[in-house]
């Protein structure tokens, strides 16, 4: 079965380009344009990988990382965070309130791709 | 009938009364044991107030002018209510500086001035004398009119007499030997004469009581009553006016006047500051006495007004012609009263004879320490701090004094006497202390006030009393020129003395109140604010203002520079006060401080200014100053010396005076860099989030347009219509970029002010109607419609012309952007009211949140929660908007309901319409 990847980023074209690339790789893909979106849609049907934004609307993206990894359920859901503020700060916040990995915007697709794929066990 | 020697016998026999009660009183003082220290006695010794003057002068001036004897007890009621506050800060100044007059008091105030001490005592001096004159007056006058018993004649019927047979004279002489034996009797010259007080204190009762033992015989005795007696008097016409305030003389400006004198007269005649504050034994007596002697006062003058009344009624002044003045002796002479009379001669002889007690020996110890020893010890030729023995000359020349004081006052009497009425004698003797208040009173409540203020104000306040009161009446009495008092001097008439620069309708009293105390305070407060003070001075005013809070005295220690050994101080003390007394007094140091002298060699500073005190005790402030000073700097007589340490002093203050004033500089100077680099920081961080905003947004755009781009690169097969879609996105998101660079540049440039304004009168119209066609392709795109809706005359606005167009734009663009294709409707609108244009851009689009309403304007705010499909915008558009609106003086801001549309609004100051200027051209 296809592995399922949540997009959650309020900018529509850049959701359409990772929508593009993990279709391109075999995922299937469920999109959340802010961070409450996001939480309803993990309820609805859990990802395997959400490829989180930072700066969404009506909840961050760190908030929505802490709430996912609260529930010991959602434990396993890998998630990648994605940010256009390039500070150390942040990729340290995002780390430390239990984030997989970090990418900073404007990113190469590959290493997007690759990432994604390294962290489902889905490299050849 | 009353011979000679009866009155002489019992005279004596009273004075030798007194000296016993003296005696008895010094006596118990030298055992510790205290007879004065109570507050009755205290009280009975302020009553030394009342003189002869009170137990004659009042029925006297009664007997003129009704109850116009009144304000002379009236002013100090008033005062005793002060005291606590005022007699008991003075007090406390007076025990902790050894004060030993109030001219040691005001010379220790300004600087410890020798200068200043001795213009005090010479004004006392000569203030005081005509006061004296009128005790000596009242004395002869009451004796010669018992010797003509039962008689009655009166004085000036035998005064043509010659100088030995003057009764006046022997009288004077009399009291100089009695005071000489009563003040001056001891070796060791200290400021304080218990026996003295508990005689003056007896001598208060015995005119009390016969006082009142005078008006209850005339009440009683003679009427039935006070009723009886005011009824008769009523029915004399010229007496019903005394009954009453519309009798008195000079009207309110007098009464004022007369309350000021005596209000000050309580607290700074000579005499009353002896008893009040040099003789006195615990402060605490102050607050029985401020109610106890206002008392006292009121029983004295209770029976003023019907003796004055009852001898008018006795003597008809058609028939007799007795002197109003001597109505409390004469009355009880005419009934035959032979004991009552003797008894008022006695309470008379009392009340004259305690004020030239205390006022000459309160002299006699301010012109030996303040006048005579300061110039003695000048003059290097007698070597007087070299002499073993000082403490019998200082006696000398303190029984020297008071028989040239008595013999003064004998002169004035000579010379004016006759002239006036008792109550005027007193009153230009009130006058004179008065001068003494401004001095006192500011001194002890403002730092500020200087030697050379106090040397201002008292030295011309004396001179003008001297000029309006003084002189006037030896004109008067034949003994200067008259030319003066009724032209002027020099015949230049703002220059006479009872109407000076044109001054009339006053009394001369009150006239001369009025312009000494102008003179007085006017300069001691000018002079004052623009003379430095010395070192000495400061430290002096810092000790009297702040008397209730350095009771210690260790400040002035540091005054000492030299040194000098335990015996040489000793040696010094015993000089002046004893050598018995100078071991007694160092032994009591000794033991306060639990340190044993005899094993010091050197004396530390906190001795050598114990010293100092000590001997101010005898011999005053400054002339102490000086001797301590001698001895401390191992030198003969060392003025200079003490000069030097002034000015080493005074410099010390100047450099530590600098140092905290670039102290006080340097704090501040920090305070405004940490408030700067305050700013700084927040300028910073607001950088900082701004750059990080601006990064943010440029990777966005960034992000799309690099993933689509790698996108297209590594996958050359995309359908046509992917390929195209993609391409588009990457295209939109650059223009986005371009957009967003460009607007951050754009803001950048108008914050810091690097834009050109290109300002020109233009019409708002015309911009709009600009605005409109500029954005009217999008409106065809989107489908949205547009309207605007102008006044039909111009509004002309001083405005960049671009920068307004690209304002209405913006709103424009804002517009079309948020409203829904095809439903949508803007319009624009300019109205022009008074001196306002305001321009309305109106949509009906989604609204605004009201919590974002104020936000809204802020960089990088986006309304949050639009639907995804909603083009975005740059968040810097509506900022830089606002930039542009306020840099024209304008405003903006928006109405919105959320679901109703939004109005976006700004005003812009209007310059003139044409309708105006078609107006104003019209009118030329």
Not at chain 2, 434 to 457: E, H, N, T
Not at chain 2, 612 to 626: D, F, K, N, Q
Not at chain 2, 657 to 674: D, H, I, N, Y
Not at chain 2, 761 to 771: G, T
């Amino acid at each position: 079965m296809a592995k399922n990847i949540l997009l959650v980023d309020d900018e529509p074209n850049i959701v359409l380009s990772l929508e593009f690339l993990m279709k391109r790789v075999g995922y299937g893909v469920q999109i959340a344009a802010d961070g409450d979106a996001a939480l309803e849609a993990v309820k609805q049907q859990r990802p395997d990988l959400i490829l989180l934004d930072v700066s969404l609307p009506k909840r961050d993206g760190f908030n929505v990382c802490q709430t996912i990894r609260a529930n010991p359920e959602w434990n396993d859901i890998r998630i990648i965070m994605l940010t256009a503020k390039g500070r150390d700060v942040e990729y340290e916040k995002g780390l430390a309130l239990g984030a997989d990995d970090y990418v900073t915007k404007p990113f190469a697709t590959q290493e997007v791709v690759d990432k994604v794929r390294a962290m489902l066990g889905d490299d050849t | 009938m009353l011979r000679d020697s009866v009155i002489l016998l019992v005279g004596f026999a009273y004075l030798g009364v007194l000296f016993g009660i003296a005696y008895f009183g010094d006596k118990r003082a030298d055992a510790h044991r205290s007879i004065i220290s109570n507050p009755y006695i205290f009280t009975l010794s302020i009553a030394v107030y009342c003189t002869a003057w009170t137990f004659y002068g009042s029925v006297g001036r009664a007997a003129n002018s009704g109850v116009g004897f009144l304000p002379i007890y009236l002013g100090p009621t008033l005062m005793a209510a002060l005291w606590w506050f005022l007699l008991r800060k003075i007090i406390r100044i007076a025990k902790t500086q050894r004060i030993t007059s109030i001219a040691d008091f005001i010379g220790s105030r300004y600087g410890k001035s020798a200068m200043l001490g001795g213009l005090v005592a010479v004004i006392a001096v000569v203030g005081i004398m005509p006061y004296i004159s009128l005790q000596l007056k009242a004395i002869s006058t009451s004796y010669i009119v018992l010797q003509n018993y039962p008689d009655l004649v009166m004085p000036y019927e035998s005064s043509a007499s010659a100088l030995w047979e003057d009764t006046t004279l022997y009288v004077a002489l009399l009291l100089a030997a009695f005071t000489i034996l009563f003040g001056t009797r001891h070796i060791d010259a200290t400021e304080r004469h218990e026996g003295m007080v508990a005689a003056i204190a007896f001598e208060s009762l015995v005119k009390l009581l016969a006082f009142l033992a005078v008006g209850v015989f005339v009440t009683f005795g003679l009427f039935s009553g006070p009723a009886d007696l005011f009824t008769r008097a009523a029915a004399v016409p010229e007496l019903a006016s005394l009954m009453s305030f519309e009798g008195m003389s000079g009207g309110y400006a007098s009464w004022l006047s007369l309350t000021f004198l005596s209000m000050m007269a309580i607290m700074f005649l000579p005499r009353q500051f002896q008893v009040a504050v040099v003789e006195n034994v615990n402060e605490d007596h102050i607050r029985k006495a401020a109610w106890l002697f206002p008392l006292y006062l009121l029983i004295i003058n209770l029976f003023v007004l019907p003796i004055a009344l009852g001898g008018h009624l006795l003597f008809p002044s058609h028939t007799f012609s007795v002197d109003p003045d001597t109505y409390v002796l004469t009355v009880p002479m005419a009934e035959r009263q032979e004991g009552l009379t003797l008894f008022v001669f006695l309470g008379g002889l009392s009340a004259a004879t305690g004020m030239v007690i205390v006022a000459t020996i309160a002299l006699s110890t301010m012109v030996c320490n303040d006048l005579v020893m300061p110039v003695l010890l000048r003059i290097k030729a007698l070597a007087l701090t070299e002499r073993k023995d000082v403490s019998s000359l200082l006696l000398g020349i303190r029984r020297g004094t008071i028989i040239v004081v008595l013999l003064l006052g004998y002169l004035y009497f000579r010379l004016i006497g006759e002239s006036y009425a008792l109550v005027t004698i007193g009153l230009v003797s009130f006058a004179a202390a008065a001068q003494f208040a401004p001095a006192i009173l500011l001194g002890i409540f403002w730092k500020g006030a200087s030697r050379r203020g106090a040397m201002a104000g008292l030295s011309t306040g004396f001179v003008v009393w001297a000029y309006t009161l003084l002189l006037p009446g030896f004109a008067k009495s034949g003994w200067l020129p008259v030319d003066f008092v009724e032209q002027g001097l020099f015949g230049i008439e703002l220059l006479k003395p009872y109407a000076l620069f044109g001054l009339t309708g006053l009394d001369p009293i009150a006239h001369a109140v009025f312009w000494s105390m102008l003179v007085n305070v006017g300069l001691l407060i000018g002079v004052s604010l623009f003379s430095r003070q010395s070192a000495i001075e400061q430290i002096q005013a810092a000790f009297f203002v702040d008397a209730f809070r350095t009771s210690n005295q260790e400040g002035q220690a540091r005054f000492w520079h030299g040194s000098t050994t335990v015996s040489d101080l000793k040696g010094l003390v015993g000089r002046f006060m004893g050598a018995a007394r100078a071991n007694a007094e160092f032994a009591t140091y000794a033991r306060r401080r639990g340190v044993d002298l005899d094993e010091q060699g050197s004396a530390d500073p906190g001795l050598v200014n114990f010293a100092e005190r000590v001997l101010a005790g005898a011999i005053g402030a400054a002339s102490a100053r000086v001797m301590v000073s001698s001895v401390v700097k191992g030198e003969a007589l060392s003025i200079e010396g003490v000069m030097q340490i002034l000015d080493e002093t005074s410099q010390v203050m100047e450099y530590s005076r600098q140092l905290e004033q670039k102290s006080r500089e340097l704090e501040a100077a920090t305070a405004e860099l940490r408030a700067a680099n305050k700013r700084l920081q927040e300028l910073d961080r607001m950088k900082d989030e701004f750059v990080s905003t601006v990064s943010h947004e440029l990777r966005t755009p960034l992000t799309s347009i690099r993933a689509f781009s790698e996108i297209l690169r590594s996958d050359p097969d995309l359908p046509k219509h992917k390929r195209q879609e993609f391409l588009e996105i990457v295209v939109k998101e650059t223009e986005r970029l371009t957009r967003l660079i460009n607007q951050v540049l754009d803001l950048a440039k108008i914050e810091a002010r690097h834009v050109e304004w290109h300002m020109e009168d233009v019409d708002l119209r015309q911009i709009i109607e600009d605005a409109v066609a500029a954005v009217s392709q999008l409106f065809n795109e989107r489908k949205v419609a547009l309207k605007s809706q102008l006044p039909p005359v111009a509004a002309i606005v001083n405005a960049d012309r671009d920068r307004m167009i690209q304002v209405v734009i913006n709103l424009l663009s804002n517009a079309a952007k948020f409203c829904e294709p095809k439903l949508g409707r803007v319009e624009v609108s300019l109205v022009a009211n008074q001196d306002k244009l305001r321009v309305a851009v109106v949509d009906n689009g989604p609204g605004i949140p009201s919590d974002q309403a104020k936000h809204i304007f802020e960089k990088f705010h986006q309304v949050a929660d639009q639907q995804m499909s909603k083009p975005r915008g740059t968040g810097l558009g509506l900022a830089i908007t606002k930039l542009i609106v306020e840099h024209h003086g304008g405003k903006i801001w928006v109405e919105s309901t959320l679901g109703q549309g939004s109005k976006f609004l700004f005003l812009l100051p209007a310059l003139q319409t044409i309708a105006a200027r078609a107006a104003s051209s019209r009118n030329h």
